[in-house]
């Protein structure tokens, strides 16, 4: 009954009186999102794979020729690329793994009855309420070693957090974090509140101690929504830019999108970011959809 | 239904109405600049014209780090939103071949601008490709990188005479990079929060480069032929090698943090007690003579690039010529507003509002010269400067230096030989690629 209420139309409604169907009406709804997305998405996206095959340049009236697969080449045998790619890895699995522990690990102190519950975790979610850009600022103040207030904080003296090209990236991966932990916490409340209450009290019943509870109960119910957080979280870290190019220039925390934008608008070499763009996105599909089996896999369980 | 059909016509043609008439009674010019002092000196300049004239002059800014990519974003678009642009000197290349950048040469020869403005600016900021003859730009805004430094600390005695026990000759303003190197190590005192020297290290544009170029071309260096593209045995040369060496050695004087150092950075180091010696452009000293911005305004002096240890003297340019955009609607108004620029009273006043006039006449004037305390330096430097690759691809050629020399000066990988060998078979390769010389 639930579902032709949804799809036919009320034949009282003033819709129906003028003549709509409830196709034409539901056309009316989707052809404007359709052609948007046409126009501002796919047509982009498949103009920009034909310029991938260029020597286009945008800042100049030179006509683009034809290369073939000449940038695809150039690229995946240029080692700044690659090291590029290597840091963008590290930074993803650096900065979704701590997420993830500091995420989960503050939903799993919520998930209980406490007071003020409420509004511990509308302010635990401020973070991710804040403009990337914004959160780069402040944490470039943060860092700063002669009046930065972490090294003030931490009695660590002029330490040069973003300035050390050890450090830099894993100064980045931490406000990241910082940033998105809350992300990961609020995904996993919901996950832990629909943990049904009987398991645990069958499991004390048991006399089942806290981690077989935790690692038999909690983590395997858990999961499937935790892996969507992954997921999420990859795909962002993935494309990080605003952050990384906000709070350093070091070469060892430059990370693909930063080379891109580079490549793009300061170098001007449209061919050549057009063909690292569509590498980029073959990697972020691939691994997106390596997670979407896991998480199906999951689920089925 | 018919009632809203009309509304909306009449909407319309009220807007459209409204849109004309505006058009018709003011004149007025847009010129894109980066956000800095100068540009509000200009803006300044240009509310004379209008008295004179009643042509509306709008100074449109844009913070110094999106300046190139928004303005290439604007030509290459052709879009008409600025009429003219003062464009950094290396974007003459891709102005005038892009066919951003309107043909000025005709005005040039009718002006005479070549025996009015001084002769490096009309080289560097207005000629492409060089010794063609051919000009993009009006040389606007001359600069050049330069040296302030803390009187107080030179002056104490007590330093003065601990600085002979050290080094056997007399504290004073650098003779050349080796007593800068020296003065520099005898000034960094991280316990007491006092460092020697705050040079230019951020690799995102030009700043590593305007920085590195300064030791390069005092120690008699080249960064290559500009006429064949030759950058084999120069950009390599023994020369270039202690170059980068000498710089690589002044960045361990620098005060905590200082890897991604640019203008800002560089001020700031006086400004708050940091640094004894700060490198930076020409353009960002009126802010150190000005008791507001610098606490330390009376004990700051300046002095010009010291040459290297042959004698050689140089020091890299900066500064911009003004270019009118060629998808521009008002190319005629921006030709008069030019000529109006050009006249040496229009140069006197840009000079008295604090920008600094490449005209030669103006440059000369002793009025000029001691108006001050940087006037002087900055008349000797014009006449010795060099300037970075102005060909379209210029950006490749300096994101190829930064990913080159950072590493090397900041991370201390591997030699400087290797990084400017590194370095010099980058730049054969993307000359080759544009067909350029060999």
């Known amino acids: ?301 | 239904m018919r009632k809203l059909v009309t509304s909306v016509l009449a909407g319309i043609g009220l807007t459209l109405a409204c849109g004309t008439s505006v058009y018709a009674q003011e004149k007025s010019l847009t010129i894109f600049w980066a956000e800095w002092d100068p540009a509000n000196y200009l803006q300044e300049l240009g509310n004379e014209y209008e008295k004179e004239t009643g042509v509306k002059i709008t100074v449109e800014t844009t913070p110094w780090p999106d300046f190139q990519t928004k303005a290439f974003t604007e030509f290459n678009a052709h879009g008409d939103a600025y009429d003219m642009v003062v464009g950094d000197s290396q974007w003459l290349g891709a102005g005038s071949t892009g066919g951003h950048y309107v043909d000025l040469t005709d005005f040039f020869n009718k002006h005479k601008v070549g025996d009015v403005m001084a002769p490096a600016t009309v080289k560097y900021y207005a000629e492409y490709p060089g010794g063609s003859s051919k000009y993009w730009a009006i040389p606007l805004e001359g600069d050049a990188v330069g040296w302030s430094y803390r009187k107080d600390w030179f002056e104490d005695p007590k330093e003065k005479e601990a600085f002979k026990a050290k080094y056997g000759y007399d504290l004073d303003v650098p003779k050349d990079f080796k007593a800068l190197r020296d003065i520099a190590e005898f000034f960094y005192r991280p316990d007491q929060k006092k460092y020697g020297i705050a040079i230019y290290t951020d690799n995102s544009y030009d700043a590593m480069a305007m920085g590195f170029e300064n030791a390069l071309f005092s120690y008699g260096g080249e960064l290559g032929d500009y006429s064949t593209y030759k950058v084999d045995g120069f950009i390599n040369s023994d020369k270039a090698v202690a170059a980068l060496d000498a710089y690589k050695e002044l960045y361990k004087f620098t005060p905590p943090g200082w890897a991604k150092a640019f203008f800002v950075e560089d001020n700031q180091a006086i400004t708050e007690n940091l640094a004894a010696m700060s490198m930076n452009y020409f353009a960002f000293f009126p802010s150190l003579i000005n008791e507001a911005s610098n606490p330390n305004a009376k004990n700051t002096g300046f002095f010009a690039n010291p040459p290297g240890p042959n004698g050689d003297q140089f020091a890299a340019l900066g500064g911009q010529g003004i270019s009118i955009v060629s998808y521009s609607q008002k190319q005629d108004e921006s030709i008069k507003f030019l000529e109006w620029f050009i006249k040496d009273e229009t140069q006197k006043k840009w000079a008295a509002l604090g920008g600094y006039t490449c005209s030669a006449a103006v440059l000369k004037s002793p009025e000029f010269q001691n108006a001050t305390p940087y006037n002087k330096a900055f008349y000797e430097t014009m006449f010795k400067v060099k300037d970075f690759w102005a060909v379209p691809e210029y950006a490749e050629l300096l994101q190829q230096l930064n990913q080159r020399v950072y590493p090397y000066m900041i991370g201390g990988q591997g030699t400087a030989k290797e990084t400017l060998d590194a370095l010099a078979a980058d730049w054969n390769a993307t000359f080759k690629k544009y067909g350029r010389g060999q």
Not at chain 1, 65 to 75: A, E, I, W
Not at chain 1, 87 to 114: H, P
Not at chain 1, 145 to 161: K, Q, V
């Open chain 1, 1 to 301: 009954m639930a579902t032709t209420m949804i799809t036919t139309l009320d034949r009282s409604s003033r819709a129906a009186a003028r003549g709509l169907s409830d196709i034409s009406i539901r056309n009316l709804f989707i052809i404007p999102t359709v052609l948007f997305l046409i126009v501002f998405n796919i047509f982009p996206l498949i103009y920009s794979l034909g310029y991938s095959f260029t020597d286009f340049r945008a800042s100049t009236n030179a006509s683009a020729n034809f290369v073939g697969l000449q940038n695809y080449r150039d690229l995946l045998n240029d080692p700044y690329v690659w090291s590029n790619f290597a840091i963008t890895a590290k930074y993803v699995i650096i900065s979704v793994a701590g997420q993830l522990l500091v995420g989960f690990g503050v939903a799993m102190l919520l998930n209980r009855d406490i007071p003020l519950k409420g509004l511990l975790t509308t302010l635990l979610l401020l973070p991710m309420m804040l403009s990337m850009a914004v959160v780069g600022l402040f944490w470039k103040l943060l860092y700063d070693p002669s009046f930065g207030i972490i090294n003030y904080a931490l009695g660590l003296g002029t330490f040069e957090w973003l300035s050390d090209p050890k450090m830099a990236l894993y100064a980045v991966a931490l406000t990241d974090i910082w940033m998105w932990s809350p992300f990961v916490m609020l995904l996993s409340l919901a996950g832990l509140s629909a943990v049904p209450k009987h398991l645990y009290e069958a499991a004390a019943i048991d006399r089942a101690g806290p981690f077989y509870t935790f690692f038999r109960i909690t983590l395997p119910l858990v999961a499937p929504i935790l892996m969507i957080a992954v997921i999420f979280r990859t795909m962002e870290a993935f494309k990080t830019f605003d952050l990384a190019y906000i709070l350093t220039t070091q070469p060892t925390a430059e990370l693909i999108s930063i080379r891109l934008y580079k490549m793009a608008f300061q170098e001007w070499q449209t061919g050549r970011s057009c063909a690292l763009a569509y590498i980029v996105l073959i990697m972020v599909l691939a691994i997106t959809n390596i997670y979407v089996k896991y998480l199906n896999k999951v689920k089925e369980r």
